[in-house]
T-cell receptor, first 115, second 111 residues
Framework: KAGVTQTPRYLIKTRGQQVTLSCSPI?????VSWYQQTPGQGLQFLFE???????NKGNFPGRFSGRQFSNSRSEMNVSTLELGDSALYLC??????????????FGSGTQLSVL | ELKVEQNPLFLSMQEGKNYTIYCNYS?????LYWYRQDPGKSLESLFV?????AVKQEGRLMASLDTKARLSTLHITAAVHDLSATYFC???????????FGTGTRLTIIP
């Protein structure tokens, strides 16, 4: 069974540019969430989608947005990139995310560097 | 708002020894998770704990949850080098599908 797939693996952008990251969840998983990991702030929640609807959003500026498609694949977009956006962006998927002790499975991440 | 604290932040221990990583959280959390991360890699799910007194074990790792004390522990038994990694705990609540992570514990096992 394939795991969570994130593309691209590495990305280098310059300030002011825009970037789109992609995440394909495990087959059958309908919940996709995104996290940002930096040495200074650690792991922080960005947003979570279930059946194409955003159910929860973290404390990030509006430059960070996302969406989920009918096949559960998700994209996140960051506009007007800033140096501080350099981070590892992790996507995670699960079946329901409502109650229970189901695990959340993470992808390998996209390492974004903003120059 | 849920806050999660881990200690210690860094832990260096010899092979064969036992040790415990502690995870305290500030408010009610319905679920407590433990993850492992190797350098440059993603997060590997280890345990999900739901109820008070829950204990789960996998190999040399055992996790427990005390909801009254708002404390979870990850106990390492007879450590081996392969367990060197950063370990994170995280909590969330039903209906709020947002994990709040601790700062992580960087564990180094010395042969």
């Amino acid at each position: 069974k394939a795991g969570v797939t994130q593309t691209p693996r590495y990305l280098i952008k310059t300030r002011g540019q825009q970037v789109t990251l992609s995440c394909s969840p495990i087959s059958g998983h309908r919940s996709v969430s995104w996290y940002q990991q930096t040495p200074g702030q650690g792991l922080q929640f960005l947003f979570e989608y279930f059946s194409e609807t955003q159910r929860n959003k973290g404390n990030f500026p509006g430059r960070f947005s996302g969406r989920q498609f009918s096949n559960s694949r998700s994209e996140m977009n960051v506009s007007t990139l800033e140096l501080g956006d350099s981070a590892l962006y992790l996507c995670a998927s699960s079946i329901w995310r409502v109650g229970g002790d189901e695990k959340l499975f993470f992808g390998s991440g996209t390492q974004l560097s903003v120059l | 708002e849920l806050k999660v604290e881990q200690n210690p932040l860094f832990l260096s221990m010899q092979e064969g020894k036992n040790y415990t990583i502690y995870c305290n959280y500030s408010t009610t959390s319905d679920r407590l998770y433990w993850y492992r991360q190797d350098p440059g890699k993603s997060l590997e799910s280890l345990f999900v704990l739901l109820s008070n007194g829950a204990v789960k074990q996998e190999g040399r790792l055992m996790a427990s949850l005390d909801t009254k004390a708002r404390l979870s522990t990850l106990h390492i038994t007879a450590a081996v080098h392969d367990l060197s990694a950063t370990y994170f705990c995280a909590g969330d609540s039903f209906g709020n599908e947002k994990l709040t992570f601790g700062t992580g514990t960087r564990l180094t096992i010395i042969p």
